[in-house]
Every structure is written in structure tokens, then in C-alpha cells.
């Protein structure tokens, strides 16, 4: 499938089979089968922006064309909420907090609101991250199936913050974490789940080539000339500036453009600060385009990674990183760091290039653009890793896994 900007419609389970096979899709109605009618509430904190929402926009639909009864609600709250919620996501991600009582209440409190506002009556909850987790609360004796999903890397957290969490989630029957390194002494039990792409949604289908072209022309960027990219919301844990120093050192040696493009998640309210520092380091530098996008951007993101002649995600800390997933599915050769989920994607010197610093990243950069050959080669043995491994097909079938699961273990 090739579309244009108009043409994107809903996707269907059938839609799948082109590129999946039939069988793939018969063992997925095979599973839901078993379920049919069941009810499952998927809960997180952002309807727009994020691996998160990304992926719940696109797992929801196909598990009701399944037969299952889904339904997705978004926590709200403050800015002050988001800013607890951030400093407590940065913590877990071993970043430096100075504990306060008022940050944890307020967080009490307004996961206290949002029990009281919302409404829990499925057979099967999952509750998305560390930002409501206290709506465990709201499980009623034992009844129905609650389900923590974790997207963030939990490896070495703050003692503070995780203290504070872990005691809501040891009430749940069961965690998800994103890589085996994630996971935690926990008395319940943990599951891998890998987070997954959609091969057809906006942010993945083929484009039209000519659709590609006239998103660099709209933007400025040069096709003629290498295009160096990193797709990342503007947050100081994806390192843009970090990446505008890598760029700055491979432009001593070689001509590149870099695009830095992100948008804001209203769970994150550090997005302007970070873009300005990023601004800051890149000096006016015309070669360098720093693209602010509104969250209905999926098309250009598409197209800009696929004009892209390397794609970096120099990340210091990473949950998944989807936007890796991203890249590999679209063939193109990866430099990211070694964090998080991303060693399980990137496989060093086969599906990509796996980096630790500012002047690795720099040297990965130059070694690709250097040896079209071999960067062509990372790119489509990565994207054969992720047709294998990380597509939302993989992702409907562990959750109806885990359902029936849970149905045959309680
Ligand atoms: N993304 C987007 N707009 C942006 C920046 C990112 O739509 O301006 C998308 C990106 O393509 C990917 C997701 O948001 O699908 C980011 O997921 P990832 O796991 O890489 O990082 P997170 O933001 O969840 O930490």
C-alpha cells in the first residue's frame, strides 16, 4: 500500500494479511475466539504523543474488530500533576529527585479524582505506567483482572519514588515490562511485551515518493544532500543536544543536514525548555533544522524518516523506543544508544550501530554515510528483525495471551 496524505483510511484485520500472511491473522481470531464479548479497559495519562498513545491509537481498534469489548480512558490533572509525574519518570529512570511529601500527595490525589471519575467494571484492566497506578484503589475485592504495563526502563530507579509505587503495584495480578532487564523482584508475576509498531498506520505505510519530496521542500531540507535525523519529543532523556554536538562534529569532515523533529505530549511539560536549549547549541546553523510538530504530524514524521539518510537515537535513557522500531521498519540505517529496549533492536553491526557517547554517535554517523552499502544492509536486516519480532500483530497476540491467561489461572 502507497498513499497520500488523503488517502490513510481505518485498518482492518484483512488489511494485514498482504503483508502478513493469513495464517498470522487466522491464529489471532483463533485466540480471540476464546474471548469473545470480554471487556477491557486500557488506561494511561495521554491520548496524543508518546510511544504509549501511539501504540493504544492503533491496538484498540484491532482487538475490538477481534470480538473484544475495549475501551480507553486518559487520565487527567494538572500541570502540577505532570510535572510530579515527569520528575517521578525521570527518577525511576535513576535521574537525580530530592523526595517531597507534597509531590506524593498530590499525586494520591489526583489519582483519587480520577477513580472517582472514571468507571471500573471490565474483566480485564490495564493501566498504563507509573502515572496512575494508584487506581488499583478501585479494584473492587478480587474481582476482574488488573494488569500493570510498564514502558519504562525500571533497571536502576530512585528509592524514593519506586518505595513509594511498588506497594500499589504488588496488588496487581500480573506486570508487562518492555525487556527482561526492566523487570523487578516482584511477588507477582512479570511478563516480557515487547512494544510494537503498526506496519499500516500513518506513521509507517509506504509514501508516495513525491508526497516525501514536497515535506523536505515545505520544511527546507535539501534532498540532494545527506539528511542525519532524530524524531524524538524535546526531552533532555533523547539528548538533542546532545546529538546537535555529534552532528557538529561530523559536519568538520563531512556535509550533512540534521533534523531534529519533535512535538510536545501533554503529559510532559518540559518540551519548550529543552527545544530552546537545543536552540541555543545550534547556533543559527542553517543546516540544522529543529521542526516543532503538532501532534497530527504522523505523515510528515513518515516522510521525514524515510528521507533520511542515517537515523540516530541517541537517548540516555529510553523505555522502547519506538521511534527506532520506526526507522528499521522503513530500512533505514540506525546509530542509537545502547539503553533501555534499544539492544534489543538494535543488534550491533547487524540490524544497526550501537553507541555510547557523543563522539561514538559522531563516528557511527560518518562511518554510514561513508559506506552506503553497508548502511543499506543494516536497514533491511533491521527491518526483517522487526517484522519478526515487533509488530502489532505480536502485540494483540501477547495480550490475548495474557488474558486467557489470567481466565485459566484465577
Ligand atoms: N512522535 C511523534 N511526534 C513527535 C515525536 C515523536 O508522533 O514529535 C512519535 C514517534 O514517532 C514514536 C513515539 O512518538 O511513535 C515516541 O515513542 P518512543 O518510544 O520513541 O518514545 P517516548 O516518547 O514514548 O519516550
Known sequence: MNVTKAEVHVMRLDDYVPLLGAPEIDELRALAGQ??????????????????????NRVIPLIQELGLQPRWDVITGGQDFFEVTKAFHNALHGGPYQARKEDFDLFLATNELNRQRLQFDCEFTVINDPQPVALIEARSKQ?????????????????DVWSF?????????????????????????????HPCIDPLSEKNVDLDPEWVSSVLVRYGIDASRPIVTQISRFDRLKDPVGVVHAYQIV????????????????????GE????EVRREAKNDPDI????????????????????????????????????????????????????????????????????SIEGTAYQIRFLLSNPALAQKLGEQGHDHVREHFLITSNVKRYLTIFLHSLTHS
Open 251 to 270: 559536519k568538520r569532515y563531512m556535509d550533512c543536514q540534521l533534523v531534529l523533529a519533535g512535538g510536545s505530549a501533554s503529559d510532559d511539560p518540559e
Open 289 to 356: 533544522h529543529l521542526l516543532n510538530l503538532p501532534p497530527w504530524s504522523a505523515l510528515e514524521i513518515n516522510a521525514l524518516q524515510r528521507a533520511s539518510t542515517v537515523i540516530v537515537q541517541k537517548s540516555l535513557r529510553e523505555g522502547f523506543g519506538l521511534t527506532v522500531t520506526e526507522a528499521l521498519w522503513k530500512k533505514k540505517p540506525v546509530v542509537a544508544s545502547a539503553v533501555g529496549g534499544i539492544p534489543a533492536q538494535v543488534i550491533h553491526k547487524h540490524t544497526g550501530l550501537l553507541v555510547h
Open 165 to 193: 509505587l511498588r506497594p500499589f503495584v504488588y496488588r496487581y495480578d500480573a506486570a508487562l515490562f518492555s525487556s527482561p532487564a526492566f523487570a523487578r523482584q516482584l511477588p507477582i508475576p512479570q511478563y516480557l511485551f
Open 273 to 276: 525548555i529543552v527545544l530552546e
Open 35 to 56: 474471548l469473545s464479548g470480554r471487556t477491557v479497559q486500557m488506561v494511561n495519562s495521554t491520548a496524543m504523543g508518546g510511544g504509549v498513545a501511539e501504540m493504544l
Open 143 to 159: 474481582e476482574g483482572h488488573w494488569i500493570w504495563r510498564c514502558h519504562i526502563d525500571l533497571s536502576h530507579p530512585n528509592a
